[in-house]
T-cell receptor, first 115, second 114 residues
């Protein structure tokens, strides 16, 4: 298996622009997580999907952030409009059997820089 | 809500030295505990995990961790580190049962000097 796939790997954009991050989980996994990693706040869970349904979005910073999972093999995290403080590495992770007790497999991350 | 503390932010060791990274959590109930590693430029990978049973857990690459419930700790150890262990290490905790949010510590950067 190719593992969790994220695109793009790097994104540089200007403040105010829309940013869309993409994730393909491991085939057969039914849980998907979006995380944000910054120096100041470490690794934060943004949103968790189980069977394509958002279960916990309490970590989503504000209305500028939205996430979707239209099917079992694809998810997006959108920031609109982007701000410099959104600069971070965004990780997608997936796991099987639908529980966080299961091992999460992380993607390589998208390094976002908002100027 | 639970929280995780990793008090060592940056650790520098020489090769062959022994390693112990601290991890403390705050939650009085039953927990699941994890250590993840992030090598430079790579994504997070699971080192080891504890759900129940033997509190001494062995993971990959010679790492082990001991769950001490009375101390709310899950420290990571390795008897002899190698240069290739240079990475950032994250402790994580979740409550047991159903869906429970995973909380990560802020990470410890380990630098091993040849």
């Amino acid at each position: 298996d190719a593992g969790v796939i994220q695109s793009p790997r790097h994104e540089v954009t200007e403040m105010g622009q829309e940013v869309t991050l993409r994730c393909k989980p491991i085939s057969g996994h039914n849980s998907l997580f979006w995380y944000r990693q910054t120096m100041m706040r470490g690794l934060e869970l943004l949103i968790y999907f189980n069977n394509n349904v958002p279960i916990d979005d309490s970590g989503m910073p504000e209305d500028r952030f939205s996430a979707k999972m239209p099917n079992a093999s694809f998810s997006t995290l959108k920031i609109q409009p982007s701000e410099p403080r959104d600069s971070a590495v965004y990780f997608c992770a997936s796991s099987s059997i639908g529980g966080v007790q299961e091992t999460q497999y992380f993607g390589p991350g998208t390094r976002l820089l908002v100027l | 809500a639970q929280s995780v503390s990793q008090h060592n932010h940056h650790v520098i060791l020489s090769e062959a030295a022994s390693l112990e990274l601290g991890c403390n959590y705050s939650y009085g109930g039953t927990v699941n505990l994890f250590w993840y590693v992030q090598y430079p430029g790579q994504h997070l990978q699971l080192l080891l995990k504890y759900f129940s049973g033997d509190p001494l857990v062995k993971g990959i690459k010679g790492f082990e961790a001991e769950f001490i419930k009375s101390k709310f700790s899950f420290n990571l150890r390795k008897p002899s580190v190698q240069w290739s262990d240079t990475a950032e290490y994250f402790c994580a905790v979740t409550r047991s049962g159903g869906y429970q949010k995973v909380t990560f510590g802020t990470g410890t950067k380990l630098q091993v000097i040849p």
